[in-house]
């Protein structure tokens, strides 16, 4: 298995300022995601992170919104910038952890994000 | 790509009774199917997977179905206990595209 962790766990932010949100993991990783969950919604992918590469990022989130950096094969920020209460929303880490010949995707506990 | 449907939205089961959650996906090269269990305020947890190449798979009061012709795998909790309740979600991932699909989540509550 894979132990994820996030930081900070739930932030309360103004319009108009940014966010930068830590994912550790606890062995080295290839594939890092983030995924946005609204309130009593499911989880939407926002990119995908490779150590060594440019994130990809799914329709309707860019780069300039959501920078995110994988500085190495343990890690990784994602940042919401200048926030609007539409931002309000969990913001996960998730990773694909390779045993043997299958890969098995995991959670980090997620940051609850507020913008007022 | 994927599309995943995910039934019944909202599952409501006295203690004891069993639940089953139905998922379809409409991509025939999806290979992997999970499922995750979501507590309030907690990321969702991995509780049972399941591989194109296995029609059934069970690990204690958890089974996961698989109808490959039929693109659709089904949740089956036995013996359900109040510490059950949670969302639920549904996957489906072609482990050679490398993205999952999930479904929109089943809120099971489990009354005592």
């Known amino acids: 298995s894979a132990v994820i962790s996030q930081k900070p766990s739930r932030d309360i932010c103004q319009r108009g300022t940014s966010l930068t949100i830590q994912c550790q993991v606890d062995?080295?990783?290839?594939?890092m995601f983030w995924y946005r969950q609204q309130p009593g919604q499911s989880l939407t992918l926002i990119a995908t992170a490779n150590q060594g590469s440019e994130a990809t990022y799914e329709s309707g989130f860019v780069i300039d919104k959501f920078p995110i950096s994988r500085p190495n094969l343990t890690f990784s920020t994602l940042t919401v910038s200048n926030m609007s209460p539409e931002d309000s929303s969990i913001y996960l880490c998730s990773v694909d952890k390779r045993q043997g010949h299958t890969d098995t995707q995991y959670f980090g506990p997620g940051t609850r994000l507020t913008v007022l | 790509g994927e599309n995943v449907e995910q039934h019944p939205s909202t599952l409501s089961v006295q203690e004891g009774d069993s639940a089953v959650i139905k998922c379809t996906y409409s991509d025939s090269a999806s290979n992997y199917f999970p499922w995750y269990k979501q507590e309030l305020g907690k990321g969702p947890q991995l509780i049972i997977d399941i591989r194109s190449n296995v029609g059934e798979k069970k690990d204690q009061r958890i089974a996961v179905t698989l109808n490959k012709t039929a693109k659709h795998f089904s949740l089956h909790i036995t013996e359900t206990q109040p510490e059950d309740s949670a969302v639920y979600f549904c996957?489906?991932?072609?482990?050679?595209?490398?993205?999952?699909?999930f479904g929109d989540g089943t809120t099971l509550t489990v009354k005592p």
């Open positions: 996957a489906a991932l072609n482990t050679n595209a490398g993205k999952s699909t």
């Open positions: 062995s080295q990783v290839t594939m």
